[in-house]
């Protein structure tokens, strides 16, 4: 069990230090001074809403370093620009619940249209008979 709570003690110490060192525009939903309390009265929770909610992270998300290898054993590779990737689908919301709208009715319609021609289909083929 101290093993535990010092984890949390170094949880909560490295929020504090991660929030006393954020500018006022890197903090999210409440105000600095809020965070702070939050994780000095509850250090569990107050340092995971933190790292979880209130702190903002760099555009392409968290950095993780990769451990250097040798070049003796990798062959030299030339390294790729980053492109971003574009969405596949930039319509908003409403915009994709519209054209399924209009893709059900046209379904809707086809149905019709299909029933409509049994339907004469089989009058004429019963009074020609």
Not at 33 to 40: A, G, P, Q, R
Not at 52 to 69: F, S, V
Not at 83 to 109: H, K, M, S, Y
């Amino acid at each position: 069990m101290p093993f535990l709570s010092v984890l949390v003690i170094a949880l909560m110490v490295f929020a504090l230090v991660d929030i006393i060192r954020r500018d006022d525009s890197q903090v999210r939903y409440m105000p600095k001074f809020v965070w702070l309390l939050l994780v000095i009265l509850l250090p569990f929770i107050g340092a995971a809403l933190w790292f979880a909610l209130g702190r903002e992270y760099p555009q392409g998300g968290l950095q993780i370093g990769r451990p250097a290898r040798s070049r003796d054993t990798e062959p030299t590779r030339t390294a790729a620009p980053m492109v971003p990737t574009v969405p596949a689908d930039t319509r908003t919301t409403e915009e994709q619940i519209a054209d399924l709208d209009r893709e059900i009715e046209e379904w809707r319609l086809r149905q019709e249209i299909e029933k409509r021609k049994r339907e004469n289909g089989e009058s004429s083929a019963g009074s020609a008979g």
